[in-house]
């Protein structure tokens, strides 16, 4: 065992601020930098304090450095999950433990995900073991359009989970925005265009600008406008938004927060391109985006980034009838930025994101269908994403100057044989053991022994 | 995507699947099991497409059964297999040969627990015909009424799975479902054209929170775990009444039962926890029948000794958790861990989505278990997905392994089927070349989909 092993176990409680980072080197692996480029043989990469400070070919390493073997080894950052609801819930059908979305709610954009982020969830723990080291986490919209606000998060085994929170707002349109709006997609944009007027001149009246506070990590600024700080700037009568929700949308119609928008059918992606021209100063992204290869030229040329969810090709819904797995080669060869994210059925977590690009690479085998690079499909899972959510160079990549996120798999991150064998986030070692490294190690042989399984621990 | 075992806040009503049970002990089901006092009602009208004598010669075989054949030759005639065999295998001349060299062979790929059709996509609600949620127990209704055979999901699983056969399960609302009906993944203008000929029928049933959900939302029986086993016996119980007449007068429901009984027909059980497992198979000895499979038995890891005892497959996930409390136990080793114990694994997918991947949701459980320790080789990783389930759907006789005899049901892989990387290339269904990537043509594209956006695309 490595001296660098930490020596946590599940029963010291979880540290209420990250443990020290350490200086370390890994020498003589295959290093994926995230960058999109293809693997370096025989790399090295080097942290100190909590960052990355070197990496490449053949380094020379100092003598008072720790040094890992990686011999045998992948050496990659870790990976970025974007908008999962990781810390939002523990079981998703006990209601009472999910967070996710709140349809009996009398807010809608002022709902802020960052209060309610618990690190303890057994979730965090599985995808920080598969290899996820930051994350955007998104409410879903249930009560409006309108989910709330997403946050950036690290899967540290610490409570400084939220680094950047009010990151985004999340809007639903398509299908499932039109029946949240009153069962028409006029209603939808309606809403949304109603909405983003209010926040516009109540921005003004309540001198809500959105300013931002300097934060010292990756995400660059914070959000300034936190909506339950709206001032009490008189409304008129004629309005739909509460106080809080339009004070929420104020650093949105600014341009100051990013603004998600779900869409998936082609048309419907073409009308969130045109709100700029209403709204010039929105910065968006689409989420979805399942036709989005079928306006992919638009999209490349509005240069509105998108997440979606890589191995969609059946028609489930009318607004994904053109549903195809090249939907996200399709767009990158466009020209769009493309990330890949989104959990659509029980089995999808962040911690099958390699499978979801993997396949992607598999697909370029095909005749007639548009897949990834090796060095494409693992960026869109660490470098892309965690460009799309402003902290471009400082995670998802390894490269001197970023965060010190660093995971050694046991092979090709991408392949199904290949997991993590230790995850470093900010520099430190991750304890990996979980509720189902437990179970696992209990019933290692399924009979009791001498006393019952309950003793087995 | 709809979660089909899954019920949210949202869209509880219509989200609740079935488990199934199929025994791997359960024999060779073979022949036809209509209602034995009904002829064969609804009966197959399937008949092999036409092919062409084939040699695929080259390739990594894995013949399903546990073994592998480097250097390989597979030769197919008439829908059937004929020989398997390395690279000495003498190759008739007017046979169409393939050169298979660094590309794979397998079985076609089998589901067993799929709701394809019943649940098909456009996943609107006037297509949510997989549950019928009126009544805790319905074993008179049989999934194949409900099949639509233009699901768009059917193309995508042969496509990208390379599956070849499946059985389509009621949902799990219920206690007892109904009728399973397993199928040629073959396209049809009617499901009888898509029956699998003489597959025995499976009774589905479920355990533990989706019944007494369901029931006892609306203040009705079951709304326990022990009010689904008060409602389960006394079903049985009449059941055995029935059985034990005359069955003079046609009972739907019943008839299903007793062929449970008379053995004929399986029993597919949805279930998640170890311990309700164990109950069941106490139930099923009391009542006189086999569980051939338990479904979603994310716990079955707890108790493989039991079930390897009983000769119970357990057809499991690799590594869903989670998404119900009844879930919350499962881990991604439970295949290995079972396997390990010498139990039947059989991997499913219960998804339009996962049936598309069942060989690499195989090969993700295969590395879990390598990770602890647990090494098991390819060729037996890959009877997972097919001859494992062939046996549990009681068609090991005809399908699921390449042998000589056995219809000819074969995936041609472009690399290791236990790889990310790797895709069918060629699929062929009683020695009839269903889908060739290679071949824009050659795919098929349902109703459903002609003139739409996307027609014909690779998907």
Known sequence: ??????????????????????????????????????????????????????????????????????AGKWVTPGLFASITNLGLVDVDAVSESNDVDAGDSPFGAALDVAPAINPTAQDFAYSRAGGVTRASVTPEADSSIFAGQGAMIDLGDDYDTVRLPRAFQFVELGERGARLAGGSRTSAHALLRNALREAGTFGEGARLIGGRTARSDAGGGDIGVDSRMAGDAERPGDVLLTRFDAAALVPVVAGQQKLYVEAHRSTDILAVLDLKKEFPALDMVLVGATEGWMVADRIAAAGVPVITAALSDLPVTFERLAATQSNVGRMVDAGVTVAIGGYETSGDHPRNLPQQAGNLVALNKRPGASGLTWGEAFAAITSVPASIAGMGGKVGVLAEGAIGDVVIWDGDPLELSSAPERVFIDGVEQNLDNHQSRLRDRYRTPAPGDLPKAYDW | MKRLDWCGRRACAVAVLAGTLAACSAGSGTGTVGSASAGTPYASTYHAY????????????????????????VLFANGAIEAVGTSGLAIPADYRQIDARGKFVTPGVIDIHSHLGDYPTPSVEAHSDGNEATSPTTPEVWAEHSVWPQDPGFTRALANGGVTSLQILPGSANLSGGRSVTLKNVPGRTVQSMKFPGAPYSLKMACGENPKRVYGNRGQAPSTRMGNFAVNRQAWLDAREYAEGDRAKRDLGKETMAGVL???ILIQNHCYRADEMALVIDMAKEMGYQVTAFHHAVESYKIADILRENGICSAVWADWYGFKMEAYDAIPENAALLHNSGACVVIHSDDENGIQRLNQEAAKAQADGHRMGIDIPDAEVVGWFTLNAARAMGIADATGSLEAGKMADVVLWNGDPLSIYSRPEKVWIDGALMFDALDRKHRPVSDFELGQPGEGDVK
Not at chain 2, 50 to 73: M, Q, S
Request: proline share 6%; aromatic share 2%; charged share 15%.
């Open chain 1, 1 to 70: 065992m490595s001296a660098l092993r930490l020596t946590a176990t599940l029963l010291a409680a979880m540290a209420a601020t990250p443990a020290p980072a350490q200086d370390f080197a890994i020498t003589g692996a295959t290093v994926a930098l995230g960058d999109g480029s293809e693997p370096i043989e025989n790399g090295t990469v080097v942290v100190r304090g909590g960052m990355i400070v070197a990496v490449g070919k053949d380094l020379m390493v100092t003598m008072d450095l720790p040094t890992i073997n990686g």
């Open chain 2, 262 to 264: 008379d053995g004929e």
């Open chain 2, 50 to 73: 036409p092919g062409v004598p084939t040699a695929l010669v080259g390739a990594t075989i894995f013949d399903g059964a546990g073994g592998r054949i480097d250097n390989g030759v």
